[in-house]
């Protein structure tokens, strides 16, 4: 459960999606309490009929949720950018959001209640707590739909990258002339046999295949400076400060959002994808 909280989770509440996930907020409230009325209800005190209170009450919350988010989102964007957004920062942003929302419904109790104690303590603390329940059904229901909905992107993702991996594709000979730190030292890389590169200080561990063996070699050379005399070979890229890779014989993909995992036939290891080089990896796998 703790991982759950603390995994990372796309943002629910962008500002293109408000006008829409206003309105589910508005339906919510208005189903909620004109249907289910979970709290005690004094007809006496009401100055419209019943109908037009839950109207005004709903649209009330609906715009409150689409304020809140609206003045969260301009201040807190690039704060959000910095930092990894998860459900636990999600589901405090949204007790906060329910708080303003109970907040603007204390604020209309005298347009919609006959009531001379409307801006008491009392009604303060209630109108807060009736917005606590109420958002609280309206966000478990949302999370749901939406986290599953997300679970749902993530294995689509992997699966179609794992299919864009084992396209047969026929290799063409391509051999590339490195350069290392030492002239004595340069050598020809087989692009067709070429798996990955580990950086390894002020060398790089370069894995070939070689029939049903691997080898390793180890070069005195920085990963950047291979990375750039291998750029114009677009199937080769870096997938973590230390590992550059030949995406055409990545034999298999596993990770989500937060990474992925790459497996390479012979190899007796993973290869790690960090979170920050998942979108070129994915572009460079499609492209490829």
Same mark, same amino acid.
């Given at each position: 459960?703790?991982?759950?909280?603390?995994?990372?989770?796309?943002?629910?509440?962008?500002?293109?999606?408000?006008?829409?996930?206003?309105?589910?907020?508005?339906?919510?409230? =208005?189903?909620?309490?004109?249907?289910?009325?979970? @709290?005690?209800?004094? @007809?006496?005190?009401?100055?419209?009929?019943?109908?037009?209170?839950?109207?005004?009450?709903?649209?009330? $919350? $609906?715009?409150?949720? @689409? #304020?809140?988010?609206?003045? @969260?989102?301009?201040?807190?964007?690039?704060?959000?950018?910095?930092?990894?957004?998860?459900?636990?920062?999600? &589901?405090?942003?949204? =007790?906060? *959001?329910?708080?303003?929302?109970?907040? /603007? *419904?204390?604020?209309?109790?005298?347009?919609?209640?006959?009531?001379?104690?409307?801006?008491?303590?009392?009604?303060?603390?209630?109108?807060?707590?009736? !917005?606590?329940?109420? $958002? $609280?059904?309206?966000?478990?229901?949302?999370?749901?739909?939406?986290?599953?909905? =997300?679970?749902?992107?993530?294995? +689509?993702?992997?699966?179609? !990258?794992?299919? !864009?991996?084992?396209?047969?594709? &026929?290799?063409?000979?391509?051999?590339?002339?490195?350069?290392?730190?030492?002239?004595?030292? +340069?050598?020809?890389?087989?692009?067709?046999?070429?798996?990955? *590169? +580990?950086?390894? /200080?002020?060398?790089?561990?370069?894995?070939?295949?070689?029939?049903?063996?691997?080898?390793?070699?180890?070069?005195?050379?920085?990963?950047?400076?291979?990375?750039?005399?291998?750029?114009?070979?677009?199937?080769? &890229?870096?997938?973590?400060?230390?590992?550059?890779?030949? &995406?055409?014989?990545?034999?298999?993909?596993?990770?989500?959002?937060?990474?992925?995992? #790459?497996?390479?036939? +012979?190899?007796?290891?993973?290869?790690?994808?960090?979170? /920050?080089?998942?979108?070129?990896?994915?572009?460079?796998?499609?492209?490829?």
């Amino acid at each position: 459960m703790k991982n759950l909280f603390f995994e990372t989770y796309p943002y629910s509440f962008p500002t293109k999606k408000l006008p829409r996930i206003s309105l589910l907020v508005f339906l919510a409230i =208005f189903i909620i309490v004109y249907i289910f009325r979970p @709290f005690n209800v004094n @007809f006496s005190e009401h100055k419209f009929n019943y109908l037009t209170l839950c109207i005004i009450q709903a649209a009330t $919350g $609906g715009f409150s949720f @689409f #304020l809140y988010f609206n003045i @969260f989102n301009f201040f807190s964007r690039k704060w959000r950018l910095k930092n990894d957004w998860n459900l636990f920062k999600e &589901t405090v942003t949204v =007790f906060f *959001a329910a708080s303003f929302m109970g907040i /603007g *419904a204390f604020l209309i109790r005298n347009i919609i209640y006959d009531n001379p104690y409307n801006f008491s303590l009392k009604y303060f603390i209630e109108e807060i707590f009736h !917005a606590w329940l109420i $958002g $609280g059904v309206f966000y478990l229901f949302y999370t749901v739909v939406n986290y599953y909905r =997300f679970s749902n992107l993530e294995i +689509k993702e992997t699966k179609l !990258a794992n299919e !864009a991996h084992h396209k047969v594709r &026929t290799d063409i000979v391509n051999t590339v002339p490195i350069k290392t730190h030492v002239k004595s030292d +340069k050598f020809d890389l087989d692009l067709n046999k070429f798996l990955i *590169a +580990k950086a390894d /200080g002020n060398y790089v561990e370069i894995y070939s295949e070689n029939k049903d063996e691997i080898d390793k070699n180890l070069v005195r050379l920085s990963l950047k400076d291979l990375e750039k005399q291998l750029k114009p070979h677009k199937f080769i &890229t870096r997938t973590h400060r230390t590992f550059l890779v030949n &995406t055409k014989k990545v034999a298999n993909v596993s990770g989500n959002a937060s990474g992925y995992e #790459l497996e390479f036939d +012979k190899l007796d290891f993973l290869v790690p994808v960090s979170r /920050g080089n998942i979108k070129n990896f994915d572009l460079t796998m499609n492209q490829k």
